[in-house]
């Protein structure tokens, strides 16, 4: 197992070229598997700053911090996952030519042969406790959602247009999905020694990467992946997305690397993730009743959370989901005999409520002071704190073919863009 100096990956690194052996989703005796490693298409750290060029995944960037991460460097990642007009180029244009500017002037260079990246997350979570998450980057093979990939959410609807003629204006995976293997043992497989880089993003993550190019080792992290289901975490959208790519290629002839995805695969353990609840800002309940009180059929209301305890803290003891209304906060326990065929989800069982209540506007929030300050600035007329889902309740739901309401978990921290890319041409 190799892990590259500071200096560059193992190996060093060529400027486009064909692949010496191997590709994605072929192991070197010929037959197919399901996640390798590919030539990965990477910054070149003699002439950038990593933690001046990584970016959030687009999708949670809004226009103040695009253009906060755009004037950090002319090369942030975010000028091609995210980006903006340039007089007569659109926007995939502008992506597409800058992908051609970088690798031209030497800022990404492409390895010498194919790759995993390890990547190490390092936090502090929300109780204090210094966590970590570990995954590897490669090539996960495109297959329809339900046997080798399973989706454990539905989407919401949404445009997928966009991220679809990024793929064929840049021919490129800007940024990766995310996805829980069942292999046990997977973390134990990736590399714990000399880092390749190290930075620290402004939220204060802590980011290491290693760089696999032993034959023996990719062989090990593939077979171990192959073997078992992928559970997509994040990233529901490019998935569906880059299957359709994959379709648009193969209707042409060969689909080539478009037959798979960037994906950063982590073991699906406790100790290798944190998830978060999403909450829901709700408007157009009727005003002449108390919310609380349109909800009692569904929720038992327990009174406020104790003071002195943080209300996810008072939420798990109490079993309860907590009402953010304007005139204060409700701990809510689900009736066991009204929501008795409703799935053991804090996002399921509020979807079975509101929908018997017409249907009213539902908006999705991170955050607890969000959702306070929303409902507490007239931006909402109820607030509704989750309970995460949990490790087991995400592994079952995908084990039986089904999938959790729109946006009901919230995987934290987020890989960031900018660590690998990879070339589809």
């Known amino acids: 197992m190799v892990a590259a100096g500071a200096g560059g990956p193992p190996g060093g690194a060529a400027r486009g070229g064909p692949g010496t052996r191997g590709g994605p989703g072929v192991c070197q005796d010929g037959r197919v598997a399901r996640f390798q490693p590919f030539r990965a298409l990477r910054y070149d750290l003699d002439r950038v700053d990593l933690a001046r060029v990584i970016a959030p995944p687009y999708d949670v960037i809004d226009d103040r ?4 991460l755009a004037a950090r460097d002319p090369h942030n990642a975010v000028r091609v996952d995210l980006p903006v007009p340039d007089g007569a180029r659109d926007r995939y244009e502008v992506a597409s030519c800058l ?3 970088w690798r031209r002037e030497g800022v990404l260079v492409t390895d010498e042969r194919p790759t995993f990246t390890v990547h190490r997350m390092a936090y502090v979570d929300d109780a204090g406790v210094a966590r970590h998450t570990t995954g590897v980057l490669g090539a996960l093979e495109l297959t329809p959602p339900g ?13 997928r247009s966009d991220r679809l003629d990024m793929l064929r204006s840049c021919k490129a995976n800007t940024s990766a999905i995310w996805g829980l293997s069942l292999a046990k043992g997977l973390t134990a497989l990736l590399p714990d020694g000399p880092p390749y880089a190290q930075v620290v993003d402004s939220d204060g993550v802590e980011h290491t990467l290693w760089v696999v190019d032993d034959p023996e080792a990719c062989a090990a992290i593939a077979e171990a992946v192959a073997a078992h289901p992928v559970v997509i975490a994040d990233g529901h959208h490019r998935y569906e997305t880059s299957l359709a790519y994959r379709r648009e290629r193969e209707a042409a002839g060969d689909p080539g690397a478009a037959a798979a995805t960037l994906a950063y695969v982590v073991e699906l353990v406790e100790d290798e993730l944190t998830v978060r609840a999403i909450h829901r800002l709700v408007d157009g309940l009727p005003t002449d009743r108390d919310p609380v009180a349109l909800l009692e059929p569904w929720f038992e209301p327990l009174g406020p959370p104790p003071a002195g305890v943080p209300v ?5 003891e109490a079993g309860a989901l907590c009402a953010v209304t304007p005139a204060g906060e409700v701990l809510l326990r689900p009736r066991s005999d009204a929501l008795a065929d409703t799935r053991d989800l804090d996002s399921a069982r509020l979807d079975v409520a509101l929908a018997a209540l017409g249907g009213p506007e539902v908006r999705y929030q991170h ?4 959702v306070r300050a929303a409902v507490a600035e007239g931006r909402a007329q109820l607030g509704v704190l989750l309970r995460p889902a949990t490790i087991a309740q995400i592994e079952a739901t995908a084990h039986g073919g089904e999938r959790m309401p729109p946006k009901t978990t919230f995987f934290h921290p987020k890989p960031p863009t900018g660590l690998v890319f990879r070339d589809l041409a």
């Open 99 to 101: 992908l051609r500017d």
């Open 367 to 370: 955050g607890v002071d969000n």
């Open 65 to 68: 911090l695009r253009a906060e």
């Open 312 to 316: 996810t803290t008072a939420m798990q």
């Open 147 to 159: 046997t080798d990939i399973l989706p454990h959410e539905h989407t919401t609807p949404k445009a």
